[in-house]
């Protein structure tokens, strides 16, 4: 549906993907290429807004909605009968903008930390291209994308089939690296861009509370290839859609997120050239649980109808709480704070 178009925390699919995002590898190994397109602190909400709204896009049948709960068509508007909205299809069904080929692009603003584990915010842009081409999917996923090489259509209210999605992912990791708004960490040498790649995939169970809802466990793991972090990182994700009426798409996410060794070595450690620069007391960092995070999108179709695709506006609020070494280093435990928010709104076309 049109949420998609929600730069919010999930995962369904889409084409573009946020403006500048598919930068390729060269063009992210300098600070400066990345700092034009990557957030530096979106990848450490857990699933950002862009993750949730590409979650579950393709989870609801648009022929369902045509249906049942769905708002009655006008007298006379039944199939083969006169009396059908202008310039719909005959039998009163409205014109659907949801095919193999379709497009929602958005842009709008919110506020992040500065840095994972920053208690100072900033603001950044909200980019976001999702929808489906030829049948592949592409998600909006932080700074970066997903493909969903893999994914059938889903048809709700048909035996409540599960459908398994599978694809390729990439993440850019853009943290501490530019835009800190600590005075004490910005001591501390500026960390090199990271670019995550790896693979994503899960399985949609549709029509779980509601005949037109969707629920989806996705789990994503990436490596990174630029020589940065050098780590790895897994993440599983339950996500939830709703469509409430014609007029508003609800998404919201829960997920964790797990790291190795050397990625929180490398964002967590306090180096003794680290401690000499900024006062802050020396610390070795480990992996393992590394956030926790609950994110919310709203997309309120202008004309109230999503289907027939056009203008929304989207609003995106998220909550993850860092946890472990994440949480208990000083960058967090003296300078930030473990409990990180996201919040934004933008506007959206679908087409």
């Not at 700074?143 to 994914?151: A, N």
């Not at 993440?171 to 708004?181: G, L, P």
């Not at 203008?311 to 946890?323: M, N, P, W």
């Amino acid at each position: 549906m049109k949420s998609p178009a929600t730069p919010r925390l999930a995962a369904t699919g889409a084409a573009l993907f946020t403006l500048g995002f598919a930068a390729s590898p060269a063009q992210a190994n300098t600070a400066e290429s990345a700092d034009e397109f990557a957030n530096p602190a979106a990848d450490e909400i857990g699933l950002t807004a862009f993750a949730l709204a590409s979650a579950n896009t393709a989870a609801v049948n648009i022929e369902g909605l045509h249906e049942g709960s769905q708002d009655a068509p006008p007298e006379g508007a039944q199939q083969g009968q006169p009396g059908a909205p202008a310039g719909g299809p005959p039998g009163g069904r409205p014109d659907i903008v949801f095919d193999d080929n379709w497009i929602s692009v958005g842009i709008g603003a919110g506020l992040v930390p500065s840095y994972s584990g920053s208690d100072d915010y900033i603001v950044f842009p909200l980019p976001l291209i999702v929808g489906s081409v030829g049948g592949i999917g592409i998600r909006p996923n932080g700074p970066g994308i997903r493909l969903d090489v893999v994914s059938p259509e889903i048809v709700i209210g048909s035996g409540k089939k599960a459908v398994i999605n599978f694809g390729p992912a990439v993440r850019f990791r853009n943290d501490r690296a530019n835009q800190i708004q600590d005075d004490v960490v910005e001591l501390a040498e500026d960390l090199d861009v990271a670019l995550e790649v790896g693979a994503a995939g899960g399985v949609t169970f549709p029509g779980v509370f509601n005949r037109l809802d969707s629920l989806t466990f996705n789990t994503q793991v990436r490596w990174d290839v630029l020589g940065a972090h050098d780590g790895m990182l897994v993440e599983p994700t339950i996500g939830y859609i709703r469509p409430i009426g014609r007029s508003i798409q609800l998404q919201s996410s829960f997920g964790l997120q797990f790291v190795d060794d050397s990625f929180a070595d490398y964002y967590y450690t306090v180096t003794p050239q680290q401690s000499a620069d900024t006062g802050l007391p020396l610390f070795n960092a480990d992996g393992g649980l590394n956030a926790v995070s609950a994110n919310l999108i709203l997309n309120f179709d202008l004309d109230g109808n999503f289907l027939n695709g056009g203008l929304s506006i989207y609003t995106v609020t998220g909550y993850t709480r860092l946890v472990g070494d994440a949480a208990d280093t000083p960058f967090t435990d003296i300078r930030g704070d473990a409990n990180q928010f996201i919040g934004g709104v933008g506007v959206a076309y679908t087409f």
